[in-house]
């Protein structure tokens, strides 16, 4: 979250995490992604494809790795979670390729 680190795929027990209910971060407790918009993009990472509410991420351009990605983070305490592309399901077509260290889950009861 602080370092901008990420995960090996497929390392995290949230990637195939099929229970409804909520993705916070697991730094400061902001509630992030619901589990309707969580799908499998076959790249090990937990995928959605749009946030709970749009102000509760931000975007930025990332210039590591000689490219250009676009980096999400926690809008409440800026703590990496992943990065957005382009190249998701509808509705959105958007791909929110979160790193599950990032998230805490708690299920709907």
């Not at 390392?11 to 969580?38: D, I, Q, V």
């Not at 958007?94 to 998230?103: H, K, M, P, Q, S």
Request: hydrophobic share 30%; net charge negative.
């Amino acid at each position: 979250l602080r370092e901008k680190g990420t995960e090996a795929p497929y390392s995290s027990p949230l990637e195939k995490n099929h229970e409804h209910g909520t993705y916070y971060c697991a730094a400061c407790g902001l509630a992030l992604f619901r589990s309707e918009a969580k799908f499998d993009s076959g790249t090990g990472w937990p995928s959605f494809y749009e946030p709970i509410f749009k102000g509760n991420v931000i975007e930025d351009e990332d210039r590591s790795l000689d490219m250009v990605r676009t980096e999400v983070a926690c809008a409440r305490c800026r703590g990496h979670i992943g990065h957005v592309f382009d190249d998701g399901p509808q509705p959105t077509g958007l791909r929110y390729c979160i790193d599950g260290a990032a998230l805490r889950f708690e299920r709907t009861k």
